[in-house]
């Protein structure tokens, strides 16, 4: 499975921004997906996650009510929706996808691919 974050840019706070993971490879729509964001001197942190079905979500505290995470089997791909966003939402953000399950989908060792991340950046 070969993932291609897309989607991010330069954003004034309060914007919103739609970040897409496409994939290739016939067993991605099996596979929980997840976005991971990782800030200048700071760890990798996870930000969302979806299940192969699309049944469950899982958010991080700090964008729950803000960001969205959807997918698109059909497509092969998973969208994050992020609105209102803050300059502390500035970071690479990278998806991923592994077979991870309840709240392991949190862990980034939970996930065996990653794609190359795409760079947020909001001002205030």
């Known amino acids: 499975v070969q993932l291609q974050a897309s989607g991010g840019g330069l954003v004034q706070a309060g914007d919103s921004l739609r970040l897409s993971c496409a994939a290739s490879?016939?067993?991605?729509?099996?596979?929980?997906t997840g976005w991971f964001r990782q800030a200048p001197g700071k760890e990798r942190e996870f930000v969302a996650a979806?299940?192969?079905?699309?049944?469950?979500?899982y958010y991080a505290g700090s964008v729950k009510g803000r960001f969205t995470i959807s997918r698109v089997n059909a497509k092969n791909t998973v969208d994050l929706q992020m609105n209102s966003l803050k300059p502390e939402d500035t970071a690479v953000y990278y998806c991923?996808?592994?077979?991870?399950?309840?709240?392991?989908?949190?862990?980034?060792?939970?996930?065996?691919?990653w794609g190359q991340g795409t760079q947020v950046t909001v001002s205030s």
């Open positions: 979806i299940t192969w079905t699309g049944s469950t979500t």
């Open positions: 490879g016939r067993t991605f729509s099996r596979y929980t």
């Open positions: 991923a996808a592994g077979n991870a399950q309840g709240m392991a989908v949190m862990q980034i060792l939970s996930y065996d691919y």
